[in-house]
Nanobody, 124 residues
Framework: QVRLAEAGGDSVQTGGSLRLSCVAS????????MAWFRQAPGKERVGVAR????????YYDDSVKGRFFISQDNAANTIYLEMNNLKVEDSAVYYC?????????????????WGQGTQVTVSS
């Protein structure tokens, strides 16, 4: 079983930056890829960034490309999401998730573990 714990959510103004972190524990050897999803009020949860644990290949949703950067520290079983030039529409609960899928995906059904979420609020 994999357990995930996010941290770093906060309230910032537009144009600001935040760094989220997610620590994995438990059976981390089963993890092939990790991702960040977000869910705004009244909207579906969507994937914004993902990274391969062993190939370090990252992928971003178009809405965050060039502003958000995902990275990892495998020794610490931690992934990060650096968020820059934040916009009001980035406000959401951000979740990290882990999958044992070999191929990258934002299909939530493929993710076997989820964190509890951390709130990011961006105000103008």
């Amino acid at each position: 079983q994999v357990r995930l714990a996010e941290a770093g959510g906060d309230s910032v103004q537009t144009g600001g930056s935040l760094r989220l972190s997610c620590v994995a524990s438990g059976n981390t050897r089963s993890i092939k890829r990790m991702a960040w999803f977000r869910q705004a009020p009244g909207k579906e949860r969507v994937g914004v960034a993902r990274i391969g644990k062993y190939d370090d290949v990252s992928y971003y949703d178009d809405s965050v490309k060039g502003r958000f950067f995902i990275s990892q520290d495998n020794a610490a079983n931690t992934i990060y999401l650096e968020m820059n030039n934040l916009k009001v529409e980035d406000s959401a609960v951000y979740y990290c998730a882990a999958t044992d899928e070999v191929f990258g995906t934002f299909d939530e059904r493929k993710y076997l573990a989820w964190g509890q979420g951390t709130q990011v609020t961006v105000s103008s």
